[in-house]
């Protein structure tokens, strides 16, 4: 990497220094992926193009007409969490072309390779000279198989400079949405051919704004379904009573109620971070008033306060949910502890219950031994008797009975 060429871009940002690792990080080093849409002040001209390499990037650049009236590029992720498709040497190319103030750097070190949530807690707006940036974060659903949440967060990033005199404006988005991509067509197509005001470019940071904050009502729903399953655990599991065909409660139902609660704070401040973008823009716009119509003002600062409304609304029903859930956990926790506690009178029961069968048992025992003992003692008695009368009958026998035999005699004892 030259290093006056890195020079020349962070003179441009505004920037003091950049280490190789961190534009690794950033840019993908061979693949250029971009969009380019341009709207021009003639009838019916709208021009979309798609740029792959770093050539035509450098060319498409170059030709850039000054009279275009509203001109955006899109730099794209593979995925979010993967490096913007275009090489350093062609974001540089962008900022000398664009005169990038420094402040969109701090929007563009949001994105770049990840290997875990960094950086998901920042929002910023910049504001410089009729140049304005910021990012807005949204949930969208995805597509991806063999995962929990159908919901994951994602932002836009947002550059705009606006040229007074020539009444132009030079746009770049960084991963903006397939929705915003295709508003910002029928936009473009439904101005073609028409006068376009001051008004008509802030309109589309209002685009932005909406089309980006439209799912949340739905994600909200989507996570206050995910508290009801709980919800339903733990206001009517049973305890103290016999629990046949009870709900299950496990200590992996307050993981996912932890889960969840994490979401919820998170989709709270994006929610009031994003409110805030908002009433930047509006601080910013009111610099606007002596270039603008006050009914075209009007209209605009009516659709931007009722965004923002709408973010803190949101924000709010997230709010109520995160108080709704800390009682859900509690219950949970007090039916754990019940059970448990249920669990273990159970188990002292039954080991006080085999305690007494084992008594019992070593009883019945001690009884059954003394019987053998007695028995045994009864059979020494009966052999001593048989004994005494085998000799009484010897003594009483006639002595022809009771005669040797000399030839019976044999080794091991004689024959009677």
């Known amino acids: 990497m030259d290093s ?17 690792d961190e534009v690794d990080r950033l840019f993908h080093r061979l693949h250029t992926k971009i969009e380019s849409l341009a709207l021009r002040p003639i009838p019916d001209f709208l021009q979309y193009k798609f740029i792959s390499t770093s050539r035509d990037l450098e060319k498409h650049l170059a030709d850039i007409e000054e ?10 992720q ?6 913007i498709q275009v090489p350093f040497r062609g974001f540089q190319a962008l900022c000398r072309r ?13 994105f770049g390779l990840k290997h875990g949530p960094e950086d998901e807690n920042y929002t910023y707006f910049g504001s410089r000279n009729f140049q304005i940036c910021y990012n807005i974060r949204y949930m969208d659903q995805h597509n991806r198989p063999d995962t929990k949440s159908l919901w994951s967060e994602r932002q836009v990033g947002v550059f705009q400079r606006y040229g007074i005199d020539s009444k132009t404006s030079s746009w770049i988005a960084v991963q903006a949405s397939a929705g915003i991509k295709q508003h910002l067509k029928h936009a473009f197509a439904a101005a073609s051919g028409k006068k376009i005001s001051l008004a008509d470019h802030l309109s589309l940071h209002l685009l932005f704004f ?16 995910q508290l009801a399953h709980l919800d339903e655990k733990a206001l009517h599991s049973k305890v103290g009573v016999a629990q046949y065909m009870d709900y299950s409660v496990t200590f992996r139902d307050t993981q996912d109620l932890e889960s969840l609660r994490r979401r919820l704070v998170k ?28 009914n075209e003002l009007n209209e605009i600062f009516v659709t931007v306060r009722k965004y923002i409304k709408d973010m803190y609304q949101h ?6 949910l995160l108080e709704r859930l800390d009682g859900t956990r509690s219950l949970l926790f007090e039916i754990l502890r019940y059970r448990n506690h249920e669990v273990q009178i159970r188990t002292n029961t039954a080991i006080e219950a085999n305690g007494t069968m084992l008594r019992a048992l070593t009883e019945q025992a001690r009884v059954e031994n003394g019987i053998m003992t007695r028995l045994t003692a009864d059979i020494n008695n009966d052999s001593k008797f048989i004994k005494l009368l085998t000799f009484l009958t010897l003594m009483y026998t006639p002595a022809s009975l009771v005669a040797v035999s000399k030839r019976l005699f044999r080794p091991g004892g004689l024959w009677l």
Do not use: P
Not at 78 to 83: F, G, L, Q, V
């Open 78 to 83: 593979k995925d979010t969490w993967n490096k």
């Open 98 to 110: 664009f005169d990038i103030f420094y402040d969109f750097w701090a929007i563009i070190q949001g």
């Open 315 to 320: 924000a709010g029903i997230i709010d109520s």
């Open 267 to 294: 989709a709270s401040l994006n929610l009031k971070s994003n409110a805030d973008v908002g009433r930047s823009w509006e601080e910013e716009t009111i610099k606007l008033t002596e270039y603008l119509a006050t």
């Open 210 to 225: 909406l089309e980006l904050g439209s799912k949340w009502h739905a994600y909200i729903n989507y996570m206050e379904e």
């Open 67 to 76: 009279e275009k009236s509203i001109y955006i590029l899109f730099l794209q």
């Open 4 to 20: 006056y060429v890195l020079e020349d871009v962070l003179n441009a940002l505004g920037h003091a220094e950049l280490n190789d």
